[in-house]
């Protein structure tokens, strides 16, 4: 094969696979009601690298940061239930993708929004102060209490448990008798 013949179906492959994503991009947005805007990251389509704070013990990957049409970035986190009000804890996770986007991306982030999924049900999340004081006190707390093996809470739910992220260290997930009650 020459040159010219390479060049030819490599250019047809990326215009083809651009066209597939775009199609995709568009039924994710409508599906889930997302900002209209290109997709600058996207978990839930293909694994994405985690995003890290340097001013905070954090790190995460939200569903999706779009750049919306009035030139904003925002973090999407999408949830499955059949909720009809934002959860506490699921306001605190797309807060601190708020932290994560806006550090990473050393932008400004005005708010998050959190869809769920089973009720198509969307939640525009300010990430105001109020909130920003709440993450940095939660994290405080879950690293006294990591440092200092203080339960606060027990889990209802073992399977709930076994999928948070600091079940490793978590000495409550560890104690069977707290585990099986």
């Known amino acids: 094969m020459n040159a ?12 083809i696979f651009g066209l597939l994503s775009l199609r995709l991009t568009r039924k ?4 889930w009601n997302i900002p209209k805007g290109p997709i ?16 905070l013990c954090l790190r995460g990957k939200p569903d ?5 049409n009035n030139d904003e970035i925002v973090p999407v986190e999408v949830k499955t239930g059949n909720h009809t009000h934002p959860k506490p804890w699921h306001v605190m996770q797309l807060i601190a993708y708020c932290h994560l986007v806006s550090e990473n991306y050393d ?12 009720t198509k049900k969307q939640f525009r999340i300010p990430y105001s102060n109020k909130y920003q004081n709440q993450l940095f006190s939660t994290i405080e707390k ?8 203080t339960i606060t809470h027990i889990p209802s739910n073992e399977l709930r448990c076994r999928h948070c992220s600091f079940h490793q260290v978590c000495p ?9 009650r």
């Not at 694994?47 to 704070?53: C, D, G, K």
């Not at 879950?142 to 093996?149: F, R, S």
């Not at 409550?172 to 099986?180: A, E, F, R, S």
């Open 107 to 118: 932008l400004t982030v005005s708010h998050g929004i959190l869809v769920y999924y089973d």
């Open 4 to 15: 010219s013949l390479i060049i030819f179906f490599l250019s047809f492959f990326l215009l």
């Open 40 to 55: 600058m990251y996207a978990d839930i389509i293909q694994p994405e690298q985690p995003l890290n704070s340097k001013t």
């Open 172 to 180: 409550t997930y560890h104690d069977k008798n707290i585990m099986n």
């Open 142 to 149: 879950m690293y006294d209490h990591m440092l200092t093996n």
């Open 28 to 31: 994710i947005e409508r599906q």
């Open 64 to 68: 999706y940061i779009v750049r919306t």
